[in-house]
């Protein structure tokens, strides 16, 4: 029988409704093809929109329902001119981090052959690492409780960075299980790097010792250490040295857009934020107001943290069905990316976002 499973939906703001229609219509494609499981969205209010119009961010209905739900996909939230009293931005997909405990954001930086990256690779190289990045603490502990000026004194603002035993404990067993879980497939070599500035902070010592002692209790995999200003160099001149990475909340932050550069830009950049429980599943990219309502926005980095999301469900419910559309779904945007059909303008294209969408479907069922 096959294995159902919800996922609750927020399609959020900008371009994100444009960017979530042609994504659900490609998943329920994949699911109505499959006798191995069975998905069904229930689409949810939340964002800037929402706000503006009735004063919440994020309905306790909605967070009801994503609390159900098997799995959470996102598109993008927040709106630049929409903001709360205290002048921050509506982002409820960081409160569903932090409410969710969403420790573990997952992105994937993935350049094959013919993949469109500003970097000149040699000859027969590709790319394929996972930038880790907690997602609850670090520098965003603060985040909307920091001092402002006035606070301490007029002259200056103060924010925390925090660093915990329970959540690196959790974060570095998860980011050693990817790495195991990766080298099983024989997709690589099974290494884990702790990127920090250990040498400087001692908040990042501690998360550094944290990582030693985890790296412990997996001699079969390797570990390694690097410091974050030394990495955004190494991902621009050696990306394929990295296999899994693991690093603190604004370090990853950073770290992910340029890891998104890397590959043809945020447009190409999927991600997932996970928990021992939950997962939220969403591009890397904003709401991208600029580009709203006209039919630009490309719909691949939704349509990969579809993939990602299915991945999840089907490693947790051992539906091995789920990860076989995962890829086949990340084998159709390479192809249309190697063979530069359907691309969006990002990508120097001329394609709709309905198009390249609709682009990815045909490539699936042409090589069912
Ligand atoms: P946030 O702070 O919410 O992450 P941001 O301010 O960093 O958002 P984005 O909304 O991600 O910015 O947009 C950055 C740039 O990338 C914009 O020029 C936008 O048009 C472009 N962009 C983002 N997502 C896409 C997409 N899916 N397709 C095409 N262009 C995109």
């Not at 965003?140 to 660093?163: N, Q």
């Not at 709401?287 to 469900?313: E, Y």
């Amino acid at each position: 029988m096959a294995k159902a499973l919800s996922v609750a939906v927020f399609d959020g703001d900008g371009i994100g409704p444009e960017i979530t229609a042609p994504t659900l219509d490609v998943l329920r494609q994949l699911s109505n093809a499959s006798s191995h499981y069975d998905l069904s969205f229930e689409v949810l209010p939340a964002g800037a929109t929402h706000y503006a119009r009735t004063g919440t961010a994020l309905p306790d209905a909605s967070l009801a329902a994503a609390d159900k739900a098997d799995a959470v996909l996102l598109s993008a939230m927040g709106m630049p001119n929409v903001r709360y009293p205290d002048g921050t931005e509506i982002s409820p997909q960081i409160d569903l981090r932090m409410i969710f405990n969403l420790f573990a954001g997952v992105r994937p930086v993935r350049i094959g052959e013919g993949g469109l990256t500003p970097l000149k690779l040699p000859p027969g190289k590709t790319v394929d690492f996972v930038l880790i990045r907690e997602s609850t603490e670090g520098l965003f502990h603060s985040r909307a409780s920091g001092k402002a000026p006035g606070t301490v004194s007029d002259d200056e603002a103060r924010e925390t960075l925090l660093i915990t035993r329970d959540v690196c404990e959790k974060l570095f067993a998860f980011a050693f299980k990817l790495a195991g879980d990766r080298k099983k497939t024989g997709r690589s070599p099974g290494k884990v790097t702790c990127v920090d500035k250990a040498n400087v902070f001692r908040s990042f010592a501690f998360f550094r010792e944290l990582f030693d002692a985890e790296a412990a209790r997996h001699p079969d995999l390797e570990a390694d250490h690097a410091y974050v200003d030394a990495v955004a160099l190494w991902m621009v001149q050696k990306p394929w040295v990295y296999d899994v990475m693991v690093t603190e909340n604004m370090f990853g932050d950073i770290l992910s857009d340029l890891g998104a550069g890397l590959m043809g830009g945020l447009g190409m950049a999927p991600s997932a934020d996970i928990g021992l429980d939950h997962a939220v599943f969403q591009p890397c990219h904003g709401s991208a107001p600029d580009i709203a309502g006209q039919g630009k926005a490309n719909p691949f980095a939704m349509i990969l943290s579809g993939a990602m999301m299915l991945d999840w469900l089907g490693l947790k419910h051992g539906v091995s069905a789920m990860t076989d559309d995962a890829e086949r779904l990340r084998l159709a945007i390479d192809d249309l990316v190697a063979t530069q059909r359907s691309l969006t303008p990002d990508l120097g294209g001329t394609a709709t976002t309905h198009d390249a969408a609709q682009a990815v479907a045909d490539n699936l069922f042409a090589t069912a």
